[in-house]
């Protein structure tokens, strides 16, 4: 199945005459580069990015009636009573 995304040409350009280059096609060079780049790290105290996009869709729930805040919300509305 494919997809579509946009890249600018000269990028383009510049992946198709790498991968030419090692003899391999844009897909090959693209696998062996992703291949080559080490995973996120997953945050401190979780296993998983899902457990934590479990905890933090647990620690949202029921928030949903809240309004949202305003566009111009700022600093000094949180420290509205601190000098």
Same mark, same amino acid.
């Given at each position: 199945m494919? *997809?579509?995304i946009e890249i600018e040409p000269e990028l383009i &350009?510049?992946?198709s005459e790498k991968a030419k280059a090692h003899?391999?096609?844009v897909n090959e060079l693209l696998?062996?580069?992703l291949? *080559?780049?080490e995973p996120l790290p997953t945050p401190a105290g979780f296993s998983s990015l899902e457990e934590l996009e479990a905890d933090l869709d647990a620690l949202a729930e029921g928030t949903e009636h809240l309004p949202p805040?305003? &566009?111009n919300f700022s600093r000094e509305d949180i420290?509205?009573?601190h000098d």
């Open positions: 494919g *997809a579509s &350009e510049k992946l003899g391999q096609t696998r062996e580069l291949d *080559a780049v805040l305003p &566009e420290y509205f009573d």
